[in-house]
């Protein structure tokens, strides 16, 4: 079954810097999806990686996906106060039911200081 | 123009007495999944729904169980719930033939007494 980890589990960083949050997953996953979640809130979708080699920006988030290392990273570029929230990637198995399941990693809690 | 709807936002039951949790969507789309979200941990999966086909995880207790009575609603029945309980309950949806996107509804925070 498809296991996905998530390092480091929790991120103090300075307002300004650079830092990368990794997810690795153990078996086949042709895609991947970042989550945010907020306290208290439900989880808003960030990114979809559809494909090996995948790179998508929004802001000051970049995200990356490499399928034969199966590895997608979290680029955090001059972070600001508001990016501070739980990050989650999660791998998404076909299913013989014919749906797919997604397999959460344990998630990277960012706290970002002024 | 809400797309997942959760009712309701905040539910508190005393230990041992039935609770429904709701959820309705918009969205047309032929899966609809129930995940508990405990306090710092990844959501965890309980249940899916196919249509009118009802998966079940393996680890997910007989203390809860599901209905989808059309492809709008779906229905977290805890027949008995215990302080364990206390979490987070999140319903979402996704179309079965896109694994583009998965749409969360507002999340249910569920306390045991």
């Known amino acids: 079954e498809l296991k996905v980890e998530q390092n480091p589990l929790f991120l103090s960083m300075q307002e300004g810097k650079n830092y990368t949050i990794y997810c690795n997953y153990s078996?086949?996953?042709?895609?991947l999806y970042w989550y945010r979640q907020d306290p208290g809130k439900s989880l808003e979708s960030l990114f979809v990686l559809l494909s090996n080699g995948a790179v998508k920006q929004e802001g000051r988030l970049m995200a990356s996906l490499d399928t034969k290392a199966r590895l997608s990273t979290l680029h955090i570029t001059a972070a600001v106060h508001d990016l501070s929230a739980t990050y989650f990637c999660?791998?998404?198995?076909?299913?013989?039911?014919?749906?797919?399941?997604?397999?959460f990693g344990t998630g990277t809690r960012l706290k970002v200081l002024a | 123009d809400a797309m997942v709807i959760q009712n309701p936002r905040y539910q508190v039951t005393q230990f041992g007495k039935p609770v429904t949790l709701s959820c309705s969507q918009t969205l047309n789309h032929n899966v609809m999944y129930w995940y508990q979200q405990k306090s710092s941990q990844a959501p965890k999966l309980l249940f899916h729904?196919?249509?009118?086909?009802?998966?079940n995880e393996a680890d997910t207790p007989d203390n809860f169980q599901s209905r989808r009575p059309n492809t709008s609603f779906c229905f977290l029945d805890i027949r008995s719930p215990g302080l364990g309980d206390a979490a987070m309950y999140l319903c979402?949806?996704?179309?079965?033939?896109?694994?583009?996107?998965?749409?969360f509804g507002p999340g249910t925070r569920l306390t045991v007494t």
């Open positions: 979402a949806t996704s179309r079965d033939q896109d694994r583009y996107e998965q749409y």
């Open positions: 729904y196919y249509d009118k086909d009802f998966n």
């Open positions: 078996t086949t996953s042709d895609r």
């Open positions: 999660a791998g998404v198995p076909f299913l013989t039911s014919g749906t797919y399941k997604y397999i």
